[in-house]
């Protein structure tokens, strides 16, 4: 058999070249699109991992929150209920802090007592051991 002639080899290599440059430039794109859809995955896994930003401090009421409260309670008592003493235990119980999540501090409630009208004195009875108590206003 005789071999093939030159401009046809020529031809077929030059065939054969074009397709493997055609299918490399493909294979670069392919690699390419797979690179920044990985990029992609990984900014997204990253922005997941991310510290959660954190919610603004609590902010502080002032005392006169306390006083609100206070007299709120105090006006929804009944007449009769209205003259008894309290400890300051009852009044930490009722009240909401001036902090949210937190209990009242009570010399803050003491002050706010003080400034209402309410008069501290001790119980120096036998039952009462000497307690502290709050007795409202004279009104």
Same mark, same amino acid.
């Given at each position: 058999?005789?071999?093939?002639?030159?401009?046809?080899? $020529?031809?077929?290599?030059?065939?054969?070249?074009?397709?493997?440059? @055609? #299918?490399?430039?493909?294979?670069?794109?392919?690699?390419?699109?797979?690179?920044?859809?990985?990029?992609?995955?990984?900014?997204?896994?990253?922005?997941? #991992?991310?510290?959660?930003?954190?919610?603004?401090? @609590?902010?502080?009421?002032? /005392?006169?929150?306390?006083?609100?409260?206070?007299?709120?309670?105090? =006006? $929804?008592?009944?007449?009769?209920? /209205? =003259? @008894?003493?309290?400890?300051?235990?009852?009044?930490?119980? #009722?009240?909401?802090?001036?902090?949210?999540?937190?209990?009242?501090? @009570?010399?803050?409630?003491?002050?706010?007592?003080?400034?209402?009208?309410?008069? /501290?004195?001790?119980?120096?009875?036998? =039952?009462?051991?000497?307690?502290?108590?709050?007795?409202?206003?004279?009104?």
């Amino acid at each position: 058999m005789p071999p093939p002639p030159a401009d046809f080899v $020529r031809d077929q290599t030059l065939s054969y070249m074009q397709q493997l440059r @055609a #299918l490399s430039a493909e294979h670069d794109e392919h690699l390419r699109l797979k690179r920044e859809i990985e990029l992609k995955k990984l900014q997204m896994e990253l922005a997941g #991992l991310s510290p959660p930003t954190k919610p603004p401090p @609590a902010q502080r009421k002032s /005392r006169d929150f306390y006083a609100q409260q206070i007299t709120a309670w105090f =006006n $929804r008592l009944p007449t009769e209920a /209205r =003259n @008894a003493p309290r400890t300051m235990e009852e009044f930490i119980n #009722l009240l909401a802090g001036r902090t949210p999540g937190m209990r009242a501090h @009570a010399p803050d409630v003491s002050q706010v007592l003080s400034g209402l009208g309410w008069v /501290r004195r001790r119980d120096w009875k036998a =039952n009462g051991e000497g307690r502290r108590l709050w007795w409202p206003p004279r009104r």
